[in-house]
């Protein structure tokens, strides 16, 4: 071969070999899971998302139906998440005539939320989603599963928004509804059958509950809520590590806090189940800069450690009933108007206000011992 031949041949591969390194794209390690010791990992969101992925376009949300956003493969019905769309659950969960829930969060890509204190929501950024599917099974006559409703959060222009989503009676679709609605509902809850006209809220109705400083804010994404373990499929994980791990926690959570626990866990202090009970169904109204801080009732997890702000030997402001004295009497549920509230029906003294039309008596029984189990006004 000529010189002048090999010293082109020479330039040339040489060259190839530049541009290969050049426009080879950098590999994104995965995040490790921030327990002690634990060097499992999970795997970030795909950074080329395809065609058919989430589609959250803010200059066009909210749509008209719910599979624009793409946030479920298959079945919408099914409600399979889509592989960026994180499903999540709180420690207790808000009564809304027992339906069940199913709840995402979605995050645009690379972006991170942020914690802001054990008691607050997450900071998420512009462009999240929340998702929470409410859905009864055993629905008579068929005994089948019947999905009633999607309530999305976006936080669109800083600013968050609602979206409510009805299904069809075909399951296949859900539109957008915004006025509010009602639908008659009859299922087997543990073989009893129960039924209701079950109240799909119009966004007046959502907000009412979402509002915090006469703005809309989320409820359940707060680290208290969310310190527990939940089952991904392939492992149970603490929620807030799992967040972290799959890279959309932005800051370090502090190690060590009061968190809400499970209502139903009978293992639980009993007062710690109470309060978490309240928290999540009675403590997005019942503080200061919500619907109905005018009371004198204060019952966000973080304030109920105090028994007096629960009601605990506190005079009611109004008199519903001559025969009530106090909002919690001790040892007496008949004379507490507490009790009395969550036991009512009638819109005019039921409590929660929204969100129910029938008593909850789990509920109801998780008062009624705490009340029975306590003597004295401390």
């Known amino acids: 071969m000529k010189k002048s031949s090999l010293y082109f041949f020479l330039a040339i591969s040489l060259l190839s070999i530049i541009w290969v390194a050049c426009n080879k794209q950098p590999s994104v390690p995965s995040p490790v899971l921030s327990s002690p010791g634990d060097t499992s990992t999970l795997p970030l969101p795909n950074p080329n998302p395809s065609p058919e992925g989430v589609n959250v376009d803010l200059s066009k949300v909210?749509?008209?139906k719910l599979s624009e956003y793409r946030f479920f493969v298959?079945?919408?019905k099914d409600q399979l998440p889509a592989a960026t769309v994180i499903p999540y659950k709180p420690a207790s969960s808000l009564f809304t005539d027992y339906a069940l829930k199913k709840r995402f969060v979605w995050l645009p890509f690379r972006k991170k939320a942020q914690f802001v204190a054990v008691n607050k929501p997450l900071e998420l950024p512009t462009g999240s989603v929340l998702i929470k599917t409410f859905y009864y099974n055993n629905v008579q006559p068929l005994n089948n599963t019947r999905v009633i409703e999607t309530r999305l959060m976006i936080k669109k222009a800083g600013a968050w928004i609602f979206a409510e989503y009805v299904w069809n009676d075909e399951q296949t679709e859900a539109y957008l509804q915004m006025s509010g609605s009602y639908t008659p509902i009859s299922w087997l809850q543990n073989n009893v059958p129960k039924?209701?006209?079950?109240?799909?809220?119009?966004?007046?109705?959502?907000?009412?509950?979402?509002?915090?400083?006469?703005?809309p804010v989320p409820i359940g994404i707060k680290p208290q809520n969310l310190n527990t373990i939940f089952n991904y499929g392939t492992e149970n994980t603490n929620q807030l590590q799992y967040w972290t791990g799959r890279g959309i926690l932005g800051n370090t959570i502090p190690s060590g806090f009061e968190s809400a626990v499970d209502y139903n866990d009978s293992s639980q202090?009993?007062?710690?189940?109470?309060?978490?009970?309240?928290?999540?169904?009675?403590?997005?109204?019942h503080q200061e800069n919500s619907h109905c801080d005018y009371r004198p009732l204060r019952l966000a997890f973080s304030e109920t450690s105090l028994s007096a702000n629960m009601g605990v030997c506190i005079s009611p402001e109004e008199n519903i009933d001559a025969s009530l004295l106090k909002i919690i009497v001790p040892g007496n549920f008949t004379k507490s108007v507490m009790h009395y509230r969550l036991n009512s029906t009638d819109e005019s003294k039921r409590m929660p206000l929204l969100g129910r039309t029938i008593v909850h008596e789990e509920g109801l029984q998780l008062l009624k011992?705490?009340?029975l189990s306590i003597t004295n006004c401390d």
């Open 195 to 215: 039924s209701t006209t079950y109240r799909i809220p119009s966004e007046t109705e959502c907000f009412t509950c979402h509002k915090f400083n006469n703005e």
């Open 369 to 371: 011992d705490y009340i």
């Open 62 to 64: 909210p749509y008209q």
């Open 74 to 76: 298959g079945s919408l």
């Open 269 to 285: 202090p009993l007062k710690t189940r109470l309060r978490s009970y309240l928290d999540i169904n009675c403590g997005h109204c």
